[in-house]
């Protein structure tokens, strides 16, 4: 059925069509169905955020029609609810055990309905839609709400907000509403929104701790805009704030049982680092990606203060080391690799074993008292010379590492196996980034760079009396501009004062003690959320536990993550929401999608097809042929 296809939008270019999964041209809106109103509302209560984005269409016609909603959804959030309201009748979507969804999914398969509510990973966002057929003259109301703890990098917390409702909306609405209990430092509104005509729709108004921002833009200025068409807004709203930390030893907050203590210290001196880069110059870097890398490697070594030491390994089927051990960031130091980064050539296979364990090797040949040690591998493809048995990789790496510091994968592009570089940065306290390639390549890894720039902590220890069920309480490094966050339950009920403590490198650093009367005074307001916080952040951590772990324990950790999932109805990896529609509609299943996994090469599109059920109704695919040659399924270009 490619009817839809001859009413592609015109101003749909290739380039916004090949970053989603399926080449999915919307159906025309016709002013038939009327999306009358559009509310995003977001309450930010001490970093975490609810969003809940509610959307009224009505059916104009006089015969029944499909009507679709279509938004998305920051990455790192959980979709916690998803509601429609047909004719005063609500139809609520279901989080289950992903297999069980899944069979439901088949079922519906087998009678010839459709599901697949596709989503597809974007660099920050990903895709939540679906479409009900509503009758002559009625209407539907879609309400989705979403969980998200905002993360503090490089000093700054940032709310995401996507708005594209695809036509004008008479009554359009965003209102994010963030409470914090310390004062909010400072704030400021970004985004493809915020920019020219539109930012007289937007009212900021702030008090110490509080803050609203509004976006109510009049149907004429949906369509006036720069980033606006005929079909309305496309584009973001950036909450960008940080807050006040007058106590050192953080901020603690407490009510219904569970804690939260937010720690990020500010004025403590730098811990100087050792730090070795490990840079992929396989013949697939070549072109731009070495390019860039080149580029954001001088930009770097540029950034290290005088104190640093550091270490550049490039490798392809040969590991080349500048250097065969740490030198310091002095300025004849930094010329002499400033000029070996400028050579830099790209040819021959992947040997990410050696690679990794010569710079292993040069680090622990260089201890050094009270400096914080950093490894970063920097690849575009899988191990492909030497051993490349990725599991031996891992082992080999994790052994020679010895928890003693981070290893951070950078993994540029697609061709690279993220699951296996997670992997092996999770096992070894690091975390794995994904460079999108992109012209701004050299800038994501120069930005992944500065977070961990300036260590100010090593080896903490969070330390709570009175309290279990903890979140993570062990931090290889704290960097600054981000934030440690432990939630926990408090168990002991005679507790008359809850006390933490910070253990940095076996001394106790920080204290505090506050009385439970006064912790359980400070927040009124959304009394749910620290409890929520708790749930989310365990979830997330005991997913990325579960990567590192096999058999038994792995098991165990994916029980109790399902178990909190299923709980607090959050669809994460584990799990599934099932949407029912009214009879005689197939069910819908929503999946987390998961990095890695990504579809957005012209390759994994086709295995992308490959899942569509052959009786699917509701997937169309097909050209949207703008006059351009490159745009569709057509080949690798
Ligand atoms: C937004 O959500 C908050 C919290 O649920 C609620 O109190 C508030 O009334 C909502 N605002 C709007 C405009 O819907
Ligand atoms: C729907 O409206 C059209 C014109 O507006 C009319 O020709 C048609 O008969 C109507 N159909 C029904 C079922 O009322
Ligand atoms: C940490 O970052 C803040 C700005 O966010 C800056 O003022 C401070 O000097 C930095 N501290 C160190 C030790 O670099
Ligand atoms: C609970 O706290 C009280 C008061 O601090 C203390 O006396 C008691 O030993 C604690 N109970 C447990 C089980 O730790
Ligand atoms: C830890 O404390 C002990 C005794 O107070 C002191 O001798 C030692 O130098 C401290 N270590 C560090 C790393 O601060």
Same mark, same amino acid.
């Given at each position: 059925?490619?009817?839809?296809?001859?009413?592609?939008?015109?101003?749909?270019?290739?380039?916004?069509?090949?970053?989603?999964?399926?080449?999915?041209?919307?159906?025309?809106?016709?002013?038939?169905?009327?999306?009358?109103?559009?509310?995003?509302?977001?309450?930010?209560?001490?970093?975490?955020?609810?969003?809940?984005?509610?959307?009224?269409?009505?059916?104009?016609?006089?015969?029944?029609?499909?009507?679709?909603?279509?938004?998305?959804?920051?990455?790192?959030?959980?979709?916690?609810?998803?509601?429609?309201?047909?004719?005063?009748?609500?139809?609520?979507?279901?989080?289950?055990?992903?297999?069980?969804?899944?069979?439901?999914?088949?079922?519906?398969?087998?009678?010839?309905?459709?599901?697949?509510?596709?989503?597809?990973?974007?660099?920050?966002?990903?895709?939540?839609?679906?479409?009900?057929?509503?009758?002559?003259?009625?209407?539907?109301?879609?309400?989705?709400?979403?969980?998200?703890?905002?993360?503090?990098?490089?000093?700054?917390?940032?709310?995401?907000?996507?708005?594209?409702?695809?036509?004008?909306?008479?009554?359009?609405?965003?209102?994010?509403?963030?409470?914090?209990?310390?004062?909010?430092?400072?704030?400021?509104?970004?985004?493809?929104?915020?920019?020219?005509?539109?930012?007289?729709?937007?009212?900021?108004?702030?008090?110490?701790?509080?803050?609203?921002?509004?976006?109510?833009?009049?149907?004429?200025?949906?369509?006036?805009?720069?980033?606006?068409?005929?079909?309305?807004?496309?584009?973001?709203?950036?909450?960008?704030?940080?807050?006040?930390?007058?106590?050192?030893?953080?901020?603690?907050?407490?009510?219904?049982?569970?804690?939260?203590?937010?720690?990020?210290?500010?004025?403590?001196?730098?811990?100087?680092?050792?730090?070795?880069?490990?840079?992929?110059?396989?013949?697939?870097?070549?072109?731009?990606?070495?390019?860039?890398?080149?580029?954001?490697?001088?930009?770097?070594?540029?950034?290290?203060?005088?104190?640093?030491?550091?270490?550049?390994?490039?490798?392809?089927?040969?590991?080349?080391?500048?250097?065969?051990? =740490? #030198?310091?960031?002095?300025? @004849? $130091?930094?010329?002499? *690799?400033?000029?070996?980064?400028?050579?830099?050539?790209? &040819?021959? %296979?992947?040997?990410?074993?050696?690679?990794?364990?010569?710079?292993?090797?040069?680090?622990?040949?260089?201890?050094?008292?009270?400096?914080?040690?950093?490894?970063?591998?920097?690849?575009?493809?899988?191990?492909?010379?030497?051993?490349?048995?990725?599991?031996?990789?891992?082992?080999?790496?994790?052994?020679?590492?010895?928890?003693?510091?981070?290893?951070?994968?950078?993994?540029?592009?697609?061709?690279?196996?993220?699951?296996?570089?997670?992997?092996?940065?999770?096992?070894?306290?690091?975390?794995?980034?994904?460079?999108?390639?992109?012209?701004?390549?050299?800038?994501?890894?120069?930005?992944?760079?500065?977070?961990?720039?300036?260590? =100010? #902590?090593?080896?903490?220890? @969070? $330390?709570?009396?009175? *309290?279990?069920?903890?979140?993570?309480?062990?931090?290889? &490094?704290? %960097?600054?501009?981000?934030?440690?966050?432990?939630?926990?339950?408090?168990?002991?009920?005679?507790?008359?004062?809850?006390?933490?403590?910070?253990?940095?490198?076996?001394?106790?650093?920080?204290?505090?003690?506050?009385?439970?009367?006064?912790?359980?005074?400070?927040?009124?307001?959304?009394?749910?959320?620290?409890?929520?916080?708790?749930?989310?952040?365990?979830?997330?951590?005991?997913?990325?536990?579960?990567?590192?772990?096999?058999?038994?324990?792995?098991?165990?950790?994916?029980?109790?993550?399902?178990?909190?999932?299923?709980?607090?109805?959050?669809?994460?990896?584990?799990?599934?929401?099932?949407?029912?529609?009214?009879?005689?509609?197939?069910?819908?299943?929503?999946?987390?999608?998961?990095?890695?996994?990504?579809?957005?090469?012209?390759?994994?599109?086709?295995?992308?097809?490959?899942?569509?059920?052959?009786?699917?109704?509701?997937?169309?695919?097909?050209?949207?042929?703008?006059?351009?040659?490159?745009?569709?399924?057509?080949?690798?270009?």
């Amino acid at each position: 059925k490619y009817e839809h296809w001859t009413k592609c939008l015109p101003q749909q270019s290739c380039k916004s069509l090949a970053n989603s999964i399926f080449l999915f041209c919307p159906p025309s809106q016709e002013q038939d169905v009327d999306i009358y109103s559009f509310h995003i509302n977001s309450t930010v209560t001490s970093r975490y955020a609810i969003t809940v984005i509610t959307s009224r269409v009505a059916n104009r016609l006089n015969s029944s029609k499909e009507v679709h909603f279509h938004v998305k959804i920051p990455k790192n959030a959980f979709i916690s609810k998803f509601r429609m309201t047909i004719e005063a009748k609500t139809y609520d979507g279901v989080v289950k055990q992903k297999e069980e969804a899944q069979q439901q999914y088949n079922q519906a398969v087998s009678r010839g309905e459709s599901a697949g509510m596709v989503s597809s990973v974007g660099r920050t966002l990903e895709d939540f839609k679906t479409s009900v057929t509503v009758a002559a003259f009625s209407k539907v109301t879609f309400e989705l709400t979403y969980d998200e703890l905002l993360k503090r990098r490089l000093g700054k917390y940032k709310l995401l907000i996507n708005a594209q409702p695809m036509q004008p909306v008479a009554d359009f609405k965003i209102d994010v509403y963030i409470h914090e209990s310390s004062s909010i430092s400072f704030m400021d509104v970004a985004g493809g929104l915020s920019t020219d005509e539109l930012t007289k729709a937007i009212t900021i108004s702030q008090s110490d701790q509080k803050m609203w921002v509004s976006f109510y833009p009049t149907r004429e200025q949906q369509t006036k805009c720069k980033s606006c068409s005929k079909n309305g807004l496309n584009g973001d709203l950036l909450i960008i704030y940080d807050v006040e930390r007058p106590k050192p030893s953080g901020e603690l907050q407490a009510s219904n049982g569970y804690f939260v203590h937010y720690f990020a210290p500010m004025n403590i001196q730098r811990i100087p680092k050792n730090v070795v880069f490990v840079i992929d110059r396989s013949g697939s870097m070549h072109g731009r990606k070495m390019h860039q890398t080149r580029l954001a490697m001088l930009k770097i070594l540029g950034d290290l203060n005088g104190d640093d030491y550091f270490g550049l390994i490039t490798f392809d089927s040969f590991i080349d080391v500048w250097k065969p051990e =740490l #030198l310091q960031a002095t300025e @004849m $130091n930094l010329k002499a *690799a400033k000029a070996f980064v400028r050579e830099i050539q790209d &040819q021959g %296979y992947t040997d990410i074993n050696a690679a990794v364990l010569k710079g292993v090797e040069i680090i622990n040949s260089h201890p050094r008292e009270g400096s914080a040690s950093i490894l970063i591998l920097l690849t575009d493809g899988d191990p492909t010379a030497g051993e490349i048995n990725k599991e031996i990789i891992q082992a080999n790496v994790k052994g020679a590492i010895k928890g003693k510091f981070p290893l951070y994968c950078l993994g540029f592009g697609f061709d690279v196996n993220f699951d296996f570089l997670e992997k092996m940065a999770l096992e070894n306290n690091g975390v794995a980034r994904r460079i999108y390639e992109d012209s701004d390549a050299d800038l994501q890894l120069q930005g992944f760079y500065s977070e961990v720039a300036t260590p =100010l #902590l090593t080896d903490v220890q @969070m $330390n709570y009396i009175g *309290a279990g069920n903890l979140t993570q309480t062990s931090f290889s &490094q704290y %960097y600054n501009g981000s934030e440690i966050i432990v939630a926990g339950q408090i168990t002991n009920n005679s507790l008359e004062t809850f006390q933490t403590e910070v253990i940095k490198s076996h001394n106790v650093t920080y204290q505090d003690s506050v009385s439970m009367k006064d912790l359980m005074g400070i927040s009124s307001q959304n009394e749910n959320f620290i409890q929520r916080l708790w749930a989310y952040l365990s979830v997330k951590q005991l997913l990325e536990k579960e990567v590192t772990l096999k058999g038994e324990e792995k098991e165990a950790v994916k029980k109790e993550a399902l178990a909190l999932s299923l709980k607090y109805k959050f669809v994460t990896t584990l799990t599934s929401m099932v949407v029912t529609k009214p009879q005689g509609e197939e069910t819908q299943i929503a999946h987390k999608p998961k990095e890695g996994k990504q579809q957005h090469t012209h390759h994994s599109l086709q295995h992308a097809l490959a899942y569509i059920p052959p009786q699917s109704k509701s997937i169309k695919i097909g050209l949207c042929s703008n006059g351009r040659r490159s745009c569709g399924l057509m080949g690798p270009d």
